[in-house]
Every structure is written in C-alpha cells, then in structure tokens.
C-alpha cells in the first residue's frame, strides 16, 4: 500500500468547502498525493456531517470521490483495537474517527496522514511508538 495516504475529516472537508480557511492549502496538497486516498466509514460520516454548511453538492462529492475511487473507504473490523486507543487517548479525547484512522494505519502499515488535526496526529503513536507524518504543512506549523 506504499503511495497512498490515510485522509482525515479536516483535509476532506477543506477540500469540498470552498470557503474554508485551509481549503487553498488542502487542494494544493492533494495534487501532489498519490490516489487513492485511504480513510475509514467514521471519517467519512464525520465529514459528510461537517459539509451540511456547505451545502449538498459538496456532501455529493465527498461520496462521489469513493465511488470513483479517489478514495477508498475502510471499515475497521478491530473494535476492540478502537476502544483500545479511546481509552489510551481519553485525556485527549479521541473521537471515534480518529481512533479508526490509527487502528487502520496499524492494519495497513500507513504512516502518513493528510489532516489539518496537527495537535492530536502530533500525539497519537501508531502501535504505541510510531510517530505520524502529517501533510500538508501549515504556515503557522514554522516559526517566523
């Protein structure tokens, strides 16, 4: 699965909505990622939700980008990995999305992540040691 990259709710939804602060970074970054894009259900249903201020074509092509598969939607069959991690994070809190991208970054050896959620993907150690590496780079992320 080398090449491909694990996608958060943030960067997806900065991408659709155009009047998103990061939208310009994200779509700058995106055409430098290789395809698909990797993601679980949760991110996706967090996204959707997210998209209802920017109305229901954007929420449209969030579900078009899997079906053409830009994007390739993960279920994650370790429950037990995902409450795991949500005990593990609680003082976070990690949230349901976040725990399922880890747990498949653990399944499919990905260690790459394309989200705006800098603070946490900074936290968060896949299989308890390994650090992520988080696109794309943000302005604020260097300092002046």
Known sequence: MSG???????????I?????????????ALRSLPAPMVTTWPVLTEAFYVLEDAGREAQETLIELVVRARIAAYDIVDATRVLDLLHRYADRPMDLADATLVALAEQLGLYRVFTLDRA?????RAHRRRAFEVVPPIASDHPH
């Open 4 to 14: 491909v990259i694990l996608t958060d709710t943030g960067s997806l939804v900065a």
């Open 120 to 124: 946490d993907f900074g936290i968060y």
């Open 16 to 28: 659709l909505n155009r009047n998103h602060a990061y939208h310009r970074v994200c779509v700058d």
